[in-house]
């Protein structure tokens, strides 16, 4: 099966990809991230999208969280 | 005495674990970023104190929450370390315990959560952590306490707990310069583990960093940090010094977590799961969040906390006064002292006790809010809004908390990650309705709008929420650099608060108003009533002729616009400024009403529906009690924001009654 990579954003509601690039990114939330675990080559799915373009729900290594989708847009993902 | 220190990632428990070894009861709830100060608690056995800092990822603090607990341990000097791990979130949680063993303290891992991982099928293996890392490690389940018995054991004798042996290889390059920092540092005394100095130097911590500022120049340390960057990177290695550390740190966590842990049964948080898809739901997720607020508001003000309400009052009014007076009359009390203690005393802090009911439903209710899950959701489900006003929707825990205390919220808005965003909250804090104003809204609420309480209630929150977005949108914009805000937040797994937790968290809230009644509402009642007692001509003078009449009677001119220019409000006012609740205290004293139902009276008489909005209004929004003030003041570390907040929600208060009661009239209302 051959991978493409695009934004995290288009991914599927319930879908995972592994993370292939991370770029220009608050350099806060890219640390507060790193905390959480989230990097490059780590799974990372959808869960949902909030109201009014608001944040959207991700899961990684088993931990929820939520971002905003401008900043979510900088994660690039690979999908198989 | 012995002091050991509880350190883990945000949201594993660390408090939960510190209320059951200690005698003392601190804030527990399920989201990051409770606990926002450091904590010193006696343990159970006597064995020495132990210290619940706030959580942290890692040494390398982001939040200021996070500042506090990382100048402790560089600072300060713990005998040992208890490192909270949550077991469902192994991999993450570790990264920080590498830290914490170069550390070079005593350190015991509580792995705690062991029957939420358990539910999900991760089995960890606590033998295998304990042999690999070297350390004891003691399976926990700190909410209902299992396991801390053995905690307290470990920690009876800190000496006994075996010293740190562990150490991790990062290659020949980087241990090489670790020798060539520690090298520099041997003269220097007084320092940490010279070891984790020389790693956290590398991953360029700052708090670190600015601790050898002081020491020495900083030069030749940081240029050994380059070196070996630039060498790392000229072999293709890693991009910077700091990335190599946490990928060497990572790797070795993956490898061991291989063999610790068994994920072969891993189930999805099917109920979180399910649970979020209809409450953080794109179109139903803010409706039901607004149903929720109101029908957490119809509970405490019609179907609950009203009924129970009455019964006090009726208590208070009747048993209680009654028997207070022929008390009094039995060991001939002079008038003045009978007067004081039923006019003043019963009247005054009694008019305010009448509420508790109220007020402990809502402390009820949004501590189960906390202890849920529910409120990292609500950031989320605000924080498009939010965005839109300058501020980031974490700032919603700290608003949410503010209904009940403001002081607490503005303690809570530590852990948002921005300054700017920090202040912002911080200085919108005071328009959030306490449970202070309360009283005041549902003495009117209950004499003006008998029918709806509950929205008219309401309805003043909602106020201060929309004002507060309102300020938020224009300080942000013309007080503050424009920077934007970030927002990330986790979403812990919802779960069912417990009964014991309800039932202590809702006291520890209630506590503290019951306090005010006994001391300022008290102190305040006792002077109102001897101002309205005595005047310029003597003591028992006709109220209107009291120091009281004359004093409100200066302000009143000024309220006239508002629609409430009498004395009697004017008086209310000043006294409010120490605590909002001996408005209603001073009231009661005025009107000279021992019970609610003949305030109500009174009050029908000089208030009309108009005015009476207008001065609900003005109590919401016009100046942050004296507690609050405090805080800010702490929390900012600067007069010049402090006074500000006074000032505009003053001018914002103005400015609103007057729009409300001059409006009004011209539409004809009364």
Redesign the interface.
């Known amino acids: 099966m051959a991978s493409s990579s695009c934004s995290l954003l288009h991914l599927q509601p319930g879908s995972t990809g592994s993370i292939y690039r991370i770029e220009g990114m608050n350099p806060i939330l890219r640390r507060r991230l790193a905390d959480l675990g989230v990097s490059e080559g780590v799974k990372i799915s959808l869960k949902g999208k909030g109201p009014f373009m608001g944040p959207i729900t991700l899961e990684c290594n088993g931990q929820l969280f939520a971002i905003r989708r401008k900043e979510a847009s900088r994660i690039e993902v690979n999908v198989s | 005495m012995s002091s050991v220190a509880l350190v883990g990632n945000p949201n594993t428990g660390k408090t939960s674990l510190f209320n059951t070894l200690t005698s003392s009861y601190e804030y527990v709830g399920n989201w990051a970023g409770v606990t926002v100060e450091k904590k010193v608690g006696s343990l159970k056995n006597g064995a020495g104190k132990l210290i619940d800092l706030p959580g942290i990822?890692?040494l390398?603090p982001?939040s200021r929450d996070e500042g506090v607990a990382a100048q402790y341990l560089i600072e300060e000097s713990p005998e040992a370390l208890v490192n909270i791990v949550d077991a469902?979130?192994l991999?993450?949680n570790l990264?920080l315990t590498l830290q914490l063993l170069e550390y070079g303290k005593p350190t015991v891992l509580g792995l705690n959560m062991i029957d939420v991982a358990k539910a999900?099928g991760i089995q960890v293996s606590p033998e295998i952590l304990q042999k690999q890392l070297g350390i004891p490690v003691l399976p926990l389940i700190a909410r209902t306490g299992k396991g801390s018995g053995e905690v307290l054991t470990v920690l009876k004798e800190t000496s006994s707990i075996p010293p740190v042996s562990f150490r991790l290889d990062y290659g020949e390059l980087v241990e090489q310069a670790i020798q060539a920092i520690e090298h520099e540092l041997k003269q220097t005394a007084g320092l940490p583990n010279h070891r984790w100095i020389a790693l956290q130097l590398m991953e360029q911590n700052p708090v670190v960093l600015e601790l050898l500022r002081k020491r020495f120049d900083t030069g030749r340390l940081l240029g050994i940090c380059d070196a070996v960057q630039s060498e790392l990177q000229s072999r293709k290695l890693a991009l910077t010094l700091p990335q190599w550390i946490?990928s060497t740190r990572k790797e070795y966590i993956h490898s061991l977590c291989l063999e610790a842990m068994d994920t072969t049964a891993?189930k999805p948080?099917t109920l979180?799961?399910r649970l979020?898809?209809i409450l953080?739901?794109?179109?139903f997720?803010?409706p039901l969040f607004l149903v929720f607020m109101y029908a957490m508001f119809k509970a405490t003000f019609d179907w609950v906390g009203g009924p129970l309400s009455d019964i006090v009052d009726g208590f208070i009014a009747g048993p209680f006064s009654d028997g207070a007076n022929s008390l009094l009359q039995s060991i001939g009390a002079s008038e003045f002292t009978h007067a004081l203690i039923v006019d003043g005393i019963i009247g005054g802090v009694g008019g305010v006790i009448v509420f508790v009911p109220q007020i402990f439903i809502l402390f009820l209710m949004i501590s189960f809010l906390e202890d849920s899950g529910y409120m990292a959701r609500v950031c989320?489900?605000m924080?498009?809004?939010m965005?839109r006003m300058g501020l980031n929707?974490k700032a919603f825990i700290p608003f949410i908390i503010g209904f009940g205390c403001n002081v607490p919220a503005i303690m809570a808005a530590r852990s948002i990650?921005?300054p700017k965003d920090r202040m912002l909250t911080t200085l919108l804090m005071p328009l959030m309705s306490c449970s202070a104003r309360l009283p005041v809204y549902l003495l009117f609420a209950a004499v003006f709008f008998p029918a709806q309480q509950a929205t008219a209630v309401l309805a003043m929150y909602v106020m201060g929420v929309v004002f507060a977005l309102i300020l938020c949108k224009l300080f942000s914009k013309h007080l503050f650099k424009n920077e934007?805000s970030?927002?990330?937040?986790?979403?812990?797994?919802y779960r069912m608060p417990q009964l014991k937790t309800l039932g202590r968290s809702t006291w520890e809230k209630g506590k503290g108003f019951l306090r005010k009644a006994g001391t300022i509402i008290l102190a305040g009642s006792v002077i109102i009533w001897l101002m309205s007692y005595a005047g310029p001509t003597g003591f028992n003078v006709d109220m209107d002729h009291s120091f009281l009449a004359k004093f409100g009677g200066l302000i009143a001119p000024v309220l006239q616009p508002l629609g409430f220019g009498t004395w009697q409000a004017g008086s209310t006012l000043v006294p409010g400024f120490l605590a909002k609740e001996v408005v209603v205290s001073t009231m009661n004293i005025i009107y000279h009403t021992p019970d609610n139902a003949g305030l109500e009276n009174q009050i029908a008489q000089v208030f009309t529906p108009l005015s009476s909005i207008s001065f609900m209004a003005f109590i919401l929004l016009y100046i942050p009690c004296l507690a609050t003030v405090g805080v800010i003041k702490k929390e900012t570390a600067s007069w010049k924001w402090t006074f500000f907040s006074m000032g505009y929600s003053l001018a914002l208060a103005y400015l609103v009654s007057l729009i409300i009661f001059q409006g009004g009239r011209l539409l004809g209302w009364s």
């Open positions: 990822y890692s390398h982001l469902s979130q991999e993450r990264l999900r946490r891993q948080h979180t799961e979020d898809s953080t739901h794109r179109y997720g803010l989320l489900l924080d498009s809004t965005e929707g990650e921005q934007s970030v927002f990330i937040i986790e979403l812990p797994p």
